[in-house]
């Protein structure tokens, strides 16, 4: 148990709508990241945030925009989901900007598009 | 673009032998990560090896990590049918994110 918690663990949508993920940090941290695993892929960085600002951003379109509250609780929000948006999104909290840092991962929330 | 690749993608041993796993980088970086996933689940942290580092232990683990030729393996010992799983190596630049390979799947048979 990394302490790090994610709803809902599964969710399917449809081509074209919107889907908002949610993490629950652990207790401390103000850096959460945000990382999108096709199958059979290793995770991609998508964005992270550090006490609510966006943070560094990865190869990801403007469609997928993020949240950071002052509890250290995150969402992720895609916007017009297309069918390769189907993935595992994983949301890791640590200390500090996570330089150097250990990350700790949640479960994970399963998306699938049709 | 995955920076990290693991070699092999998968293996596979019997109850307590040895597993290594190796992982290649393609830019510098500030350290080197290695994370462990069942099915398809969240990633569990395994070890941490900085820049500066060559050798690091924990428990069975051994990493090694070799800046000059931008690889790290990761060795098992003493395998267990617990300790079937994918591995990752993540890699950290100057920046926050972790640049993750595509995975090594270990299958150890009782």
């Known amino acids: 148990e990394t302490g790090v918690t994610q709803s809902p663990t599964h969710l399917i949508k449809t081509r074209g709508q919107q889907v908002t993920l949610r993490c629950s940090s652990q207790?401390?941290?103000?850096?959460v990241s945000w990382y999108q695993q096709a199958l059979g892929q290793g995770p991609q960085f998508i964005f992270q945030?550090?006490?609510?600002?966006?943070?560094g951003r990865g190869n990801f379109p403007p469609r997928f925009s993020g949240l950071q509250f002052p509890n250290y609780s995150s969402e992720l929000n895609v916007n017009a989901l297309e069918l390769d948006d189907s993935a595992l999104y994983l949301c890791?909290?640590?200390?500090?900007?996570?330089?150097?840092?250990?990350?700790?991962f949640g479960p994970g929330t399963r998306l699938l598009v049709l | 673009s995955q920076q990290g690749e693991e070699d092999p993608q998968a293996l596979s041993i019997q109850e307590g032998e040895n597993a290594t796993m190796n992982c290649s980088y393609k830019?510098?970086?500030?350290?080197l990560q290695w994370y462990r996933q069942n099915s398809g689940r969240g990633l569990v942290h395994l070890i941490l090896?900085?820049?500066?580092?060559r050798e690091k232990h924990s428990g069975r683990l051994r990493v090694t990590l070799d800046t000059s030729k931008k690889s790290s393996s990761l060795l098992i010992t003493a395998s267990r049918a617990a300790d079937t799983a994918s591995y990752f190596c993540?890699?950290?630049?100057?920046?926050?994110?972790?640049?993750f390979g595509k995975g090594t799947k270990l299958t150890v048979n009782p």
């Open positions: 090896i900085r820049s500066n580092e």
């Open positions: 993540a890699a950290q630049g100057g920046s926050e994110k972790l640049v």
């Open positions: 830019t510098s970086i500030n350290n």
């Open positions: 207790s401390g941290h103000n850096t």
């Open positions: 890791a909290s640590s200390l500090f900007l996570a330089i150097q840092e250990t990350q700790y």
């Open positions: 945030y550090y006490r609510e600002e966006e943070n």
